[in-house]
């Protein structure tokens, strides 16, 4: 686990995902796995976000309902520990929806256009003017659950950045409003972990592209996804010296193996000549069936056993229930509406 | 009260206020006469909109909190009988947030501008592009207002018909998604009582221009107020023929007075010459200050027990939770989010 900042003294966590497909390897490297630490030290939040998954999947719910229980039974398999880090259900809590109501009259039409996430993401959406106000908004939701919390720590990536910017700035005028500091401005945890590359080595990792690695991927989905691997186009023959820039093979290898020794050699032997794919590809494939099955194995487990899984999500969301009406109270406070 | 469409079966009302200022005379011809007599035939609830209120008076939430209890002693004042009709408060209800929520993923950002009612008020309040999200989004939020009871009428002014479209809009695409009718599609209930006009007789209604009587208005307002009312401007010696097109006298006696017989003869004289505005003026202050002395009155009584008025709009919330409660239970259903 890597973080850019100190983080001696506890902090409040909020982190999340949205519940649009089961989490993949590149959810494990970018914060899954710095997850399973921070809940040691800190005070973690994790909101399965169903209704930001719906902002862009409206007219296809299941997408979203069918994929809350696996992203918990994924949070589980890799180590979040509910005793630890309380996983909760964004529909389950209704100051979110609240506290959205009240920051969108803080926020301009114009300012959500400008957010460059937002602007990038419509781009890739193709929405153009179709899109759905629930989306160009999402920000000022991402803003609610994140103050609804009091958060002052939020893993993000790079990308994500311009998110809290726009939190922060709802945090100042809400701030302003009430003339003392109600809410936290947050700051952003970088992972140090460099992104992981989808397996075709080009596109953004998409379940609907094929390009990722599940966390419960079984046996035969892990060797098929690592033969298909992007390696060095220009590595035609064993002998010849091979490419590790850009060489999927020996970024999953350096992201994953535990043997940083063994695979140095094995980059110096491929750039060298000599080594071939189908052996570099051999090593990763090990390496990932070893790590992936005992995850696999835990998954199932917890997703044979649904109820459970519920009620985890259940006694999480009561909790948060309750930290979100006690920020969301304050918030009233200030517009004057706690009159009874 | 007048009504052009038959209401012989009992419909579902919603109605309601921005609790922005108290009550005028505006609002008593447009709708709270029409309310009075709806509540004795109908399910009827009143929502008084703080939440709305504060889509473009955030920086200055006492304009909102302030008033909330104006409308609420307005509404008793000029006959809303509690035990007949519902009356509650938004911001008590996170069911009407929480739908606002879903349903904004169902309309698009362009579709928004497109509303002609919110393009006139974007003008009028001169907001352009620095337009609140809350603001352009306030249909869908009235939506959630009107589909949480699940309204089968809804009593509005002409201007206010592109609202109830929108609403239908997302009633059936949520039904299409449902695969039946969760939801009622609302038709509109319009008044028969043309609008009032402002007593300066050219600009809409407004607190801070001075041009209205409010229910609780003092009998030194309401002689101030008649005394400066628009007339006829060329109708200078009392001689002359008057015109009554457009004179504001005129058209509150025809509102207000009882004695039809006597306002035709006040007109035929009036326009005939030898009838001052002066005394067509006392005429009228008369009038209203028999009518509002009454209104002022209970008013003020009702405002000197605000626990009073607190409880009833306590009670009224604690219904209409429930109600709105179980409309979002079924909108959460169709997005397959009732898991716990």
Avoid: W
């Amino acid at each position: 686990m890597n973080t850019k900042q100190p983080t001696d003294k506890p902090e409040i966590i909020l982190t999340g995902d949205r519940a649009t497909g089961p989490l993949h390897l590149g959810h494990y490297v970018g914060s899954l796995e710095q997850r399973v630490a921070l809940q040691e030290i800190h005070e973690q939040t994790i909101l399965v976000a169903d209704m930001q998954g719906l902002t862009d999947n409206a007219h296809n719910p299941k997408k979203v309902s069918s994929n809350i229980l696996n992203v918990v039974a994924d949070y589980l398999a890799v180590g979040i520990n509910p005793l630890k880090t309380t996983i909760c259900l964004q529909s389950q809590l209704p100051a979110l929806a609240e506290l959205t109501m009240y920051y969108s009259n803080l926020v301009t039409i114009s300012r959500l256009e400008r957010n460059p996430t937002v602007k990038n993401e419509v781009q890739n959406k193709g929405f153009e003017r179709s899109i759905p106000a629930g989306f160009l908004t999402y920000p000022i939701s991402q803003a609610a659950d994140i103050t609804g919390f009091n958060a002052t720590l939020v893993p993000v990536g790079d990308d994500q950045l311009p998110m809290l910017e726009q939190t922060n700035e709802i945090v100042r005028k809400i701030n302003s409003l009430a003339g003392r500091a109600v809410l936290n401005e947050c700051r952003p945890l970088l992972s140090n972990s460099p992104r992981l590359p989808s397996t075709d080595g080009k596109n953004k990792m998409s379940k609907s592209m094929g390009n990722t690695i599940n966390l419960g991927a079984s046996e035969k989905e892990i060797t098929a996804a690592v033969k298909s691997m992007y390696t060095d186009p220009n590595h035609l023959r064993v002998k010849d010296p091979g490419n590790i820039e850009g060489n999927v093979v020996f970024t999953y290898l350096d992201a994953f193996h535990q043997d940083k020794a063994y695979v140095s050699q094995l980059k110096e032997h491929y750039q060298r000549g000599g080594l071939g794919d189908g052996t570099t590809k051999k090593v990763l494939e090990e390496c990932l069936q070893d790590m992936l099955r005992p995850i696999r194995e835990r998954r199932a487990e917890y997703l044979s056993d649904k109820a459970q899984l519920i009620d985890i999500l259940a006694k999480g969301s009561q909790i948060s229930r309750e930290k979100t009406e006690k920020i969301l109270f304050d918030v009233k406070e200030i517009f004057g509406l706690n009159i009874f």
